[in-house]
């Protein structure tokens, strides 16, 4: 009874840090999408001066995806071909190594981001690339984008977690940037699984958050609350563990494209 006890009191006063953890690698996350939205900074307008092989201009180039790509792997990776190629090098040697490490990389002056972004911002971006990665390798067939995951469990994740807001097929939003040619989550998840993915872990950008009032009851009537804290779509990290992830990734495949 008394190393019960203790245990709860330990869970008392680490809970809030493991929290603010959590809630600080998502904001990387996000960041490492689009900084510019949680952040409403004004991005820049010249291409990033180590954006060298790609055919992309302008802000998008100081999008940390657009270089590391959605799976982290850089020219290895899913970006290794196409418009998005970069030939840059990904992040994933990056995971496991200390946040000040990994803060030298983004403060050099090769990527700079200390002209643009506060430290609060970079520490999370740290955090992310340090924390936050996964092996995409392991769930993502890279020729068939099949999943490997158990869509009939990742069904009753959607129920819960996605059905309120992108409807029963997940055809309720059209996510397309050209409203003629709608794209649906479905469509997403067979086009792309990769980002499909991290904004399953991550959220999209559009809102902060705070994970102890986030993680305070799971039922649909929280998740209503818990939208109102959101202009966009929230994260399943800290709420999915990594094989639930996976396994909503494969039931999004099979909704209507």
Known sequence: MKQVGILLLIAF????????????????????DKWWVDTKLTPPDSTHPAY????????????????????????EGAYSKGSHYSGTKGIRSSEGQSVEQILQVLVNPQH???????KEDLN?????VSKGQIDMTKYIAYDTKEIKGDAKAGKQHFKKHCLDCHGKKGDALNLAHEKSKPEYVGTIANKNPWETLHKIRFGHPGALMD?????????REHHRAMRKMWEHMPPMLGVLNEQEQINLLAYLQTLPR
Not at 211 to 219: A, E, I
């Open 52 to 75: 060298k092989e790609g055919k992309q201009t302008g802000n998008t180039t100081w999008r940390c995806k657009e270089c590391h790509g959605w799976d982290y792997r850089g020219k």
């Open 124 to 128: 999370a971006i740290a955090l992310f």
């Open 211 to 219: 994970m102890r009032k986030m993680h305070n009851g799971m039922g």
């Open 112 to 118: 700079g981001y200390d002209k643009h972004l506060g």
């Open 13 to 32: 006063f680490v809970s809030p840090v493991v929290a603010d953890e959590l809630e600080q690698t998502i904001a990387g996350g996000r960041l490492y």
